[in-house]
């Protein structure tokens, strides 16, 4: 009994024409495409799954199977990601620094962001390095409060008064900093007084 035809066999069919070979690898690996880009495009999102499938067509040559054809397709989304966005921006695309966020957002508000992120580091630069190590294993590491106490080797509820002094100490260093933008980067962080026994 002869099985199902491997992906390398359905690129090459449909490379030669086989419109049916298209039509089954694409369905074969559409979830995988469709799982790449859902989080990364909007409205572009269909438009680039087909073209990622259409550009396994151009780089079949390239394909010599010694990875998988998953690696292969992956590939090719990613570069036309890139191409999108270089694209849509109209300059080159910094991989090392841009986020999806960023990709997705006004220049206005991509400067605010960085500006948020140049504040938050400047004030827990400012805040004493007991405090800068509390909320950075809180925020950061996502501790929770057995978790603080253990690193901290403190009692639990020292723990969390430890935390509680350093928002109460971030919050002063970003009004310090930027009264004006303070608010908007506490209220992210929930800066604000946390009840006893509480990390919030």
């Known amino acids: 009994m002869i099985g199902p035809a491997s992906d390398v066999e359905l690129l090459a069919e449909w490379t030669s024409g086989s419109r049916a070979a298209g039509d089954e690898l ?9 799982r790449f ?9 269909e438009d680039l799954i ?22 292969f397709l992956l590939a090719i989304a990613r570069n036309q990601l890139f191409t999108h ?7 080159a695309l910094d991989l090392e620094l841009a986020t999806v966020p960023d ?16 504040l938050l580091a400047e004030a827990l630069r400012r805040v004493p390095l007991d405090a800068q190590v509390v909320l ?27 935390l509680r002094r350093a928002k109460v100490a971030l919050r002063e260093c970003l009004e310090a900093l930027a009264p004006d933008r303070m608010a908007h ?6 800066l604000t007084a946390a009840p006893a026994g509480s990390l919030g």
């Open 103 to 118: 990709l997705n957002t006004s220049p206005t508000g991509i400067v605010a962001r960085r500006e948020d992120e140049r």
């Open 185 to 190: 980067v506490a209220d992210e962080l929930e």
């Open 136 to 162: 950075e294993l809180a925020y950061w590491e996502g501790f929770g409060g057995d978790e603080l106490a253990r690193v901290l080797e403190v009692p639990l509820n020292t723990a969390y008064s430890r």
């Open 85 to 91: 966005y270089d694209k849509q921006r109209r300059r």
């Open 50 to 71: 087909q073209q990622t499938f259409l550009a396994c067509i151009e780089a079949r040559a390239r394909f010599q199977g010694h990875a998988s054809f998953k690696t």
């Open 37 to 45: 880009f859902r989080n990364k495009v909007g409205a572009e999102l």
């Open 26 to 34: 694409i369905e074969r690996h559409f979830a995988l495409v469709h």
